[in-house]
C-alpha cells in the first residue's frame, strides 16, 4: 500500500513540475474606464488597467508584444499619446504584485473601441488577454 501511496505521489510532483501552469493561477484584472485622448500627436484610446499576480511567476510585460483587438482592428500601445498615471507597458510584474495605469493604443479609426487587449511573451506565447466591457 505504502508502495502505490509513494508512486502516486511521485507522479502527480512529475505532472506539477512538468506544467506549472497547473500550478499557478493567472493573473486576475479590471477594467475601470475607456476614453479617448486627442492632442497634438493625434488620437488614441485609453484603457484604465488594474492587473494583480497572485501566482508565483514573474511577467514582463512589452510595448512591441502588446495588442489591441477589435471590430476587425488592431492597435499597437502609443508611444505618443498617454493619460496619466499611465501603464507602463515595459515593466516586469513580480509575483504577489499589481500594475494598474492607462494604457493608450493609436486609434486606427475613430470611434474605435478595442475588445480585447493581448499581452504576450517576446517571441512567444500569450500570458493575458484582457476583455474590454463595452458600455453603450
Same mark, same amino acid.
Given at each position: 500500500?505504502?508502495?502505490?501511496?509513494?508512486?502516486?505521489? /511521485?507522479?502527480?510532483?512529475?505532472?506539477?513540475?512538468s506544467? %506549472?501552469?497547473? /500550478?499557478?493561477?493567472?493573473?486576475? $484584472?479590471? &477594467? *475601470?474606464? &475607456?476614453e *479617448?485622448?486627442?492632442?497634438?500627436?493625434?488620437?488614441?484610446? =485609453?484603457?484604465?488597467?488594474?492587473?494583480?499576480?497572485?501566482?508565483?511567476?514573474?511577467?514582463?510585460?512589452?510595448?512591441?508584444?502588446?495588442?489591441?483587438k477589435?471590430?476587425?482592428?488592431?492597435?499597437?500601445?502609443?508611444? #505618443?499619446?498617454?493619460?496619466?498615471?499611465? #501603464?507602463?507597458?515595459?515593466?516586469?510584474?513580480? %509575483?504577489?504584485?499589481?500594475? *494598474?495605469?492607462?494604457l =493608450? #493604443?493609436?486609434?486606427?479609426? $475613430?470611434?474605435?473601441? %478595442?475588445e480585447?487587449?493581448? #499581452?504576450?511573451? &517576446?517571441?512567444?506565447? +500569450?500570458?493575458? +488577454?484582457? *476583455?474590454?466591457?463595452?458600455?453603450?
Amino acid at each position: 500500500m505504502k508502495l502505490i501511496l509513494n508512486k502516486i505521489l /511521485v507522479a502527480l510532483l512529475f505532472l506539477i513540475f512538468s506544467f %506549472p501552469s497547473l /500550478v499557478n493561477a493567472d493573473l486576475n $484584472y479590471e &477594467v *475601470r474606464g &475607456v476614453e *479617448r485622448v486627442s492632442d497634438m500627436f493625434g488620437d488614441a484610446i =485609453c484603457v484604465s488597467l488594474y492587473i494583480v499576480n497572485d501566482s508565483r511567476q514573474q511577467y514582463s510585460f512589452n510595448l512591441f508584444s502588446t495588442s489591441a483587438k477589435g471590430d476587425g482592428l488592431s492597435s499597437s500601445p502609443s508611444i #505618443f499619446t498617454n493619460k496619466k498615471p499611465s #501603464f507602463d507597458p515595459n515593466q516586469t510584474l513580480d %509575483p504577489k504584485s499589481k500594475a *494598474r495605469g492607462w494604457l =493608450c #493604443f493609436d486609434e486606427p479609426e $475613430y470611434g474605435w473601441v %478595442p475588445e480585447k487587449i493581448q #499581452f504576450s511573451e &517576446v517571441m512567444g506565447s +500569450t500570458f493575458l +488577454t484582457v *476583455r474590454v466591457s463595452q458600455k453603450n
